[in-house]
């Protein structure tokens, strides 16, 4: 059985939602010119259809101004979250290191150090669920109890769990990299 087979109930997936998990294997697998297409499908399905092309089309100066602000709000939400989300004494620690991290991501991206930015960013992510659901986020049906609060919700922690796969083969083109971690912070920053 595949991952997706033991952590969906298909029953949760609209057939429109299914369509990720066709089209990130077609984004992995495309060529230059064919990619940024497939983001855009795969950030349709995750995220609110028709925004998140902005940040990989147009000229370069407005797509690169799109791309700084898209990096500042994932920054500023975050920072917002880590903030307002109560933990214990104990966990300060985990919470400063995270804090730490994004700083340390947006500085890598922003400075073309792709492949670090992009482990980094999945680092975040997981970061992020762990600071949301504490232990359940380690769990091994943490996706599945995604999916059934939020299908959208599950798609993304499903996103991040095939980009951690990615991150351990790390034989990837930085465009590619480049295009993935921007579609993560898109949804992200989309929450």
Request: net charge negative; with cysteine.
């Given at each position: 059985?595949t991952?997706?087979?033991l952590?969906i109930?298909e029953?949760?997936?609209?057939d429109i939602e299914?369509?990720a998990f ?10 230059d010119?064919?990619r940024n ?7 349709d399905?995750l995220?609110?259809a028709g ?5 990989v089309t ?12 898209l990096?500042r ?5 975050v920072?917002?979250l880590?903030h307002?989300t109560?933990v214990?004494k104990s966990?300060?620690r ?8 994004l ?12 492949s670090?930015a992009?482990k980094?960013f999945?680092a975040l992510?997981?970061?992020?669920a762990?600071l949301?659901f ?5 769990a091994e049906?943490f ?12 798609l993304?922690?499903?996103?991040i769990n095939?980009?951690e796969?990615?991150?351990?083969e ?5 465009e590619?990299?480049t295009?993935?971690?921007?579609l993560?912070?898109y949804?992200?920053?989309s929450?």
């Amino acid at each position: 059985m595949t991952s997706r087979e033991l952590t969906i109930d298909e029953r949760l997936v609209s057939d429109i939602e299914k369509a990720a998990f066709e089209a990130l294997p077609l984004l992995i697998n495309a060529d230059d010119a064919r990619r940024n297409r497939f983001a855009i499908q795969l950030a349709d399905i995750l995220g609110n259809a028709g925004e998140f092309q902005q940040y990989v089309t147009g000229k370069g100066s407005e797509r690169l101004a799109r791309m700084d602000r898209l990096l500042r709000v994932f920054r500023e939400n975050v920072e917002l979250l880590v903030h307002k989300t109560w933990v214990e004494k104990s966990e300060e620690r985990p919470k400063a290191r995270l804090l730490d991290d994004l700083l340390a991501f947006e500085r890598e991206f922003r400075d073309g150090a792709v492949s670090p930015a992009f482990k980094r960013f999945v680092a975040l992510a997981n970061s992020i669920a762990s600071l949301l659901f504490g232990h359940q986020s380690k769990a091994e049906d943490f996706l599945a109890y995604c999916f059934r609060i939020d299908p959208k919700f599950g798609l993304f922690f499903w996103y991040i769990n095939e980009l951690e796969k990615q991150a351990h083969e790390g034989s990837f083109k930085d465009e590619l990299l480049t295009v993935e971690t921007l579609l993560g912070v898109y949804v992200l920053s989309s929450f």
